[in-house]
């Protein structure tokens, strides 16, 4: 069984280019999160997704970012127009279910981003 | 915020028995005690949960306390490897599931 699988590794754009970021779920997982880690900083959560609904987008910026975690196919985290703030480590994790009965959550190796 | 209070870091000697203590007195009963540590800036990799019996797992043994406000992770015999943060994260049900990462305790095992 796979691990959580996040495309690409490593993704640059410029100054007002889009970033797309993929999360492959572990097979039979239907429960995704997406967090943001800033160089020397914490992970902070960004958005709760459970196939085809967003649970819990608290940790968004309200404006460029939107995730999506469609019926088939990876999770999306679409970051438009970027700025050089942008530029941090996205982790995704995957959970078969919403916690309940102590599952685990397991997180993928992430993508970074840089933003020139 | 984070409902976790943990020492911002530890030093072990490899070899030695590396126990991690975690403070969380707010708790709620239907709330599990999970860690994870995270390695350079790798991904997170989940180490260990409970809810509140003790647990042990290939990686390490959790002992929470009987009233559940505190709880701490034991790595049987430290390596170098084992260099990290850990991270304590109390993790709630449904649309409270979210892991809400705190400053974690930085553990260097040394030589």
């Known amino acids: 069984n796979a691990g959580v699988m996040q495309n690409p590794r490593h993704l640059v754009r410029r100054r007002g280019q889009e970033a797309r970021l993929r999360c492959s779920p572990m097979k039979g997982h239907s429960h995704v999160y997406w967090y943001r880690q800033l160089p020397e900083e914490g992970l902070k959560f960004m958005v709760y997704l459970q196939k085809e609904n967003i649970i819990d987008e608290s940790g968004m910026p309200k404006e460029r970012f939107s995730a999506e975690f469609p019926k088939e196919g990876p999770s999306i985290l679409r970051i438009q127009q970027v700025v050089r703030g942008d530029s941090a480590a996205y982790f995704c994790?995957?959970?078969?279910?919403?916690?309940?009965?102590?599952?685990?959550?397991?997180f993928g190796q992430g993508t970074r981003l840089t933003v020139v | 915020d984070a409902k976790t209070t943990q020492p911002p870091s530890m030093d072990c000697a490899e070899g030695r028995a590396a126990n991690l203590p975690c403070n969380h007195s707010t708790i709620s009963g239907n709330e599990y005690v999970y860690w994870y540590r995270q390695i350079h800036s790798q991904g997170p990799q989940y180490i260990i949960h409970?809810?509140?019996n003790n647990e042990t797992n290939e990686m390490a043994s959790l002992i929470i306390t009987e009233d559940r406000k505190s709880s701490t992770l034991i790595l049987p015999h430290a390596t170098l490897r084992d260099t990290a943060v850990y991270y304590c994260i109390v993790r709630g049900t449904g649309t409270a599931s979210k892991l809400t990462f705190g400053t974690g305790t930085r553990l260097q095992v040394t030589l």
């Open positions: 994790a995957s959970s078969p279910t919403a916690g309940s009965g102590g599952t685990e959550a397991f």
């Open positions: 409970g809810l509140k």
